[in-house]
């Protein structure tokens, strides 16, 4: 669940708000907190809540049936949000109608990353290559024609499991020429988010803090907006403090050739002639002003079903989800941001005009303005209301 859970820093904590506020603010504060933290348990099952039964509800997951799956599916349809819609390339389809699509299969060069919570080991990812999506579920909704993987692979033997495993390298995979889509109605490209290799200690395999990036390109912490010194750090056994600036220090973001490929495809689908749609998943904000202007479409799906957005694109449903957060101009301005205040940045503005800000989100109409937007996009709060 994220925070802190170790008793003796805890109590440090409450000591020293009793120190600041007094006795029973503090004891308020923390039952307050308490609550806020059980009743996330309570309300999802996770503890002795009375009211669900855990064997009841595994049975109806386990053994689903069509209509519960297709409910499902619907909600996670739902969540999808359409930044992007030039010329209104997504459109209402029809379910006995498929466009046919060219679908590039994403590889992913070899990386290291930190291990878990990063308290072990760096490991050696192995490159891979795939469709990023099962081909089942795309042919679901599209004819489908995607690149060839040689039989044959050359990359570095993975030795790291029982059994030793070929991999691939960029060599053996076979990108579709204009030939081989010129049939096609549109290039959909499924991509991943950045993926930083420390993601959530922000360090170096030697140590040393590096930025975090939520671009593909290597970004370099070198601008007036990035404090040299840390606010925050451990007490050193000298008697100093760590400072976990990572002033003047680059990004480790393993998946850049991922850039690569949305680039690319687009280049190939302008000189088909035919739109190029991206579905973006994603957990967080993103800077998309590396190949926003060279796309004719953007999908986002955040964590959840990337089956959800090929029915968008396909027309099948209607997109009516909305940007539950900013997505930043860029790396810049994300290091401009205060990091204790939200809805605070300057997003990015496609070449459409449009500006992806909280609760933004496209129809097949164009920008949605419903009541939820009415609710949701209103003046950010600054200070308790209580």
Same mark, same amino acid.
């Given at each position: 669940?994220?925070?802190?859970?170790?008793?003796?820093?805890?109590?440090?904590?409450?000591?020293?708000?009793?120190?600041?506020?007094?006795?029973?603010?503090?004891?308020?504060? *923390?039952?307050?907190?308490?609550?806020?933290?059980?009743?996330?348990?309570?309300?999802?099952?996770?503890?002795?809540?009375?009211?669900?039964? !855990?064997?009841?509800?595994?049975?109806?997951?386990?053994?689903?049936?069509?209509?519960?799956?297709?409910?499902?599916?619907?909600?996670?349809?739902?969540?999808?949000?359409?930044?992007?819609?030039?010329?209104?390339?997504?459109?209402? @389809?029809?379910? /006995?109608?498929?466009?046919?699509?060219? #679908?590039?299969?994403?590889?992913?060069?070899? *990386?290291? $990353?930190?291990?878990?919570?990063?308290?072990?080991?760096?490991?050696?990812?192995?490159?891979?290559?795939?469709?990023?999506?099962?081909?089942?579920?795309?042919? $679901?909704?599209? /004819?489908?024609? &995607?690149?060839?993987?040689? +039989?044959?692979?050359?990359? !570095?033997?993975?030795?790291?499991?029982?059994? !030793?495993?070929? &991999?691939?390298?960029?060599?053996?995979?076979?990108?579709?020429?204009?030939?081989?889509?010129?049939?096609?109605?549109?290039?959909?490209?499924?991509?991943?988010?950045?993926?930083?290799?420390?993601? %959530? @200690?922000?360090?170096? +395999?030697? @140590?040393?803090?590096?930025?975090?990036?939520?671009?593909?390109?290597?970004?370099?912490?070198?601008?007036?907006?990035?404090?040299?010194?840390?606010?925050?750090?451990?007490?050193?056994?000298?008697?100093?403090?760590?400072?976990?600036?990572?002033?003047?220090?680059?990004?480790?973001? =393993?998946?850049?050739?991922?850039?690569?490929?949305?680039?690319?495809?687009?280049?190939?689908?302008?000189? #088909?002639?035919?739109?190029?749609?991206?579905?973006?998943?994603?957990?967080?904000?993103?800077?998309?002003?590396? *190949?926003?202007? $060279?796309?004719?479409?953007? #999908?986002?799906?955040?964590? @959840?079903?990337?089956?959800?957005?090929?029915?968008?694109?396909?027309?099948?449903? +209607? !997109?009516?989800?909305?940007?539950?957060?900013?997505?930043?101009?860029?790396?810049?301005?994300?290091?401009?941001?205060?990091?204790?205040?939200? %809805?605070?940045?300057?997003?990015?503005?496609?070449?459409?005009?449009?500006?992806?800000?909280?609760? *933004?989100?496209?129809?097949?109409?164009?920008?949605?303005? /419903?009541?939820?937007? =009415?609710?949701?996009?209103?003046?950010?709060?600054?200070?308790?209301?209580?």
């Amino acid at each position: 669940m994220g925070g802190c859970n170790e008793p003796d820093q805890l109590m440090s904590a409450y000591e020293d708000q009793v120190a600041s506020v007094g006795e029973s603010e503090a004891d308020a504060n *923390f039952r307050a907190v308490a609550k806020r933290l059980l009743l996330g348990y309570f309300n999802t099952g996770l503890f002795e809540d009375p009211y669900v039964d !855990p064997n009841v509800a595994k049975k109806t997951v386990d053994l689903a049936d069509e209509a519960i799956e297709a409910e499902a599916l619907a909600m996670q349809v739902k969540g999808i949000v359409m930044l992007k819609n030039h010329g209104n390339v997504i459109k209402a @389809g029809a379910e /006995d109608s498929k466009l046919k699509a060219y #679908v590039p299969m994403r590889f992913i060069k070899a *990386f290291r $990353q930190s291990g878990t919570m990063d308290t072990a080991p760096w490991t050696d990812t192995p490159a891979s290559c795939s469709l990023p999506l099962s081909e089942g579920i795309l042919s $679901q909704y599209f /004819d489908v024609v &995607t690149d060839t993987l040689a +039989e044959e692979l050359t990359g !570095p033997v993975d030795e790291s499991g029982d059994v !030793p495993m070929a &991999t691939p390298a960029l060599e053996d995979l076979t990108r579709c020429t204009v030939d081989d889509i010129k049939d096609c109605d549109l290039v959909l490209v499924c991509a991943a988010a950045p993926f930083n290799a420390s993601a %959530r @200690g922000g360090k170096s +395999e030697e @140590g040393t803090f590096v930025p975090l990036s939520v671009q593909y390109r290597p970004y370099t912490a070198d601008n007036e907006h990035v404090r040299q010194v840390s606010l925050a750090g451990d007490l050193l056994e000298d008697g100093t403090r760590e400072n976990r600036s990572y002033y003047g220090r680059t990004s480790q973001v =393993t998946n850049e050739y991922q850039l690569d490929q949305i680039l690319e495809a687009a280049a190939l689908a302008k000189e #088909v002639g035919i739109p190029c749609v991206v579905v973006l998943d994603i957990m967080q904000p993103m800077c998309v002003h590396e *190949f926003e202007d $060279q796309v004719d479409a953007i #999908v986002v799906s955040m964590s @959840g079903s990337t089956e959800a957005a090929c029915r968008i694109v396909a027309g099948l449903d +209607e !997109p009516s989800g909305l940007l539950p957060m900013q997505m930043p101009k860029d790396m810049l301005d994300v290091e401009a941001s205060p990091e204790d205040t939200s %809805r605070d940045m300057t997003c990015y503005t496609d070449a459409d005009g449009n500006t992806y800000d909280f609760a *933004f989100g496209l129809n097949w109409s164009g920008v949605i303005d /419903d009541d939820r937007v =009415t609710a949701y996009k209103v003046p950010v709060l600054t200070k308790p209301e209580w």
